[in-house]
């Protein structure tokens, strides 16, 4: 049976036709398509499609080498698979570039209110310090006076003016402590959507 009768015996709705095209190109096909693509899946898939179309189409052309008019088919149907799947990959890839710049924004606001936060709460911990430890921590790191000098300043001995200083920082550094463990909770319940 030459081509042109195989063909149209399959035109006309012939099963054992249709087996025997699928018989005689299907493993050619695949040889053919995995020199374009090494996606065995997608290959199977789009064969798969082919064949699918070919049985459901309603009006065939003729031919005379169903080889060239399968295999053109196939080229066909690959290259519009691989695009759709190029355009779906630019898309998610979008999505995932606009999720980012969207976690990489809110994430810096939270971190922007953790900071005023802290400061806040660093300026109201500095009010309670006593007058004192307030006068000596601010001639030492807004004036950088030594601690002699801070001493003969503020007319206590230096193991006086070291001590104001030293319970100072103290106090602030525990509320810095405390409020990092706060704010870390807080930050990772905001992220965790708990």
């Known amino acids: 049976m030459t081509d042109t009768d195989l063909w149209n015996a399959f035109r006309r709705g012939d099963r054992s036709?249709?087996?025997?095209?699928?018989?005689?190109?299907?493993?050619?096909?695949f040889n053919y398509a995995y020199k374009i693509t090494d996606d065995r899946e997608l290959i199977e898939d789009v064969i798969h499609d082919?064949?699918?179309?070919?049985?459901?189409?309603?009006?065939?052309?003729?031919?005379?080498?169903i080889k060239f008019y399968l295999f053109a088919a196939l080229r066909k149907k690959l290259a519009t698979v691989r695009k759709i799947n190029a355009h779906r990959f630019e898309k998610e890839a979008?999505?995932?570039?606009?999720?980012?710049v969207e976690?990489?924004?809110?994430?810096?606001?939270?971190?922007?209110?953790?900071?005023?936060?802290?400061?806040?709460?660093?300026?109201?911990s500095y009010q309670l310090l006593t007058d004192r430890q307030q006068q000596a921590l601010n001639l030492r790191f807004y004036m950088h006076f030594s601690n002699e000098e801070i001493a003969q300043?503020?007319?206590?001995?230096?193991?006086?003016?070291?001590?104001?200083?030293?319970?100072?920082?103290?106090?602030?550094?525990?509320?810095?402590?405390?409020?990092?463990?706060?704010?870390?909770?807080?930050?990772?319940?905001?992220?965790?959507?708990?």
């Open 50 to 65: 082919l064949f699918l179309d070919l049985w459901n189409a309603k009006h065939l052309s003729e031919t005379n080498s």
């Open 17 to 29: 036709a249709f087996r025997q095209i699928y018989d005689l190109y299907a493993r050619d096909l």
């Open 94 to 100: 979008e999505a995932l570039d606009i999720a980012e």
């Open 103 to 124: 976690v990489s924004i809110e994430n810096e606001l939270i971190d922007q209110e953790v900071r005023q936060q802290l400061i806040q709460q660093l300026h109201r």
């Open 153 to 194: 300043i503020m007319g206590v001995n230096y193991q006086s003016a070291c001590k104001f200083i030293y319970t100072g920082l103290k106090a602030l550094r525990e509320t810095v402590r405390i409020l990092s463990l706060l704010v870390g909770f807080t930050t990772w319940h905001m992220l965790s959507g708990f």
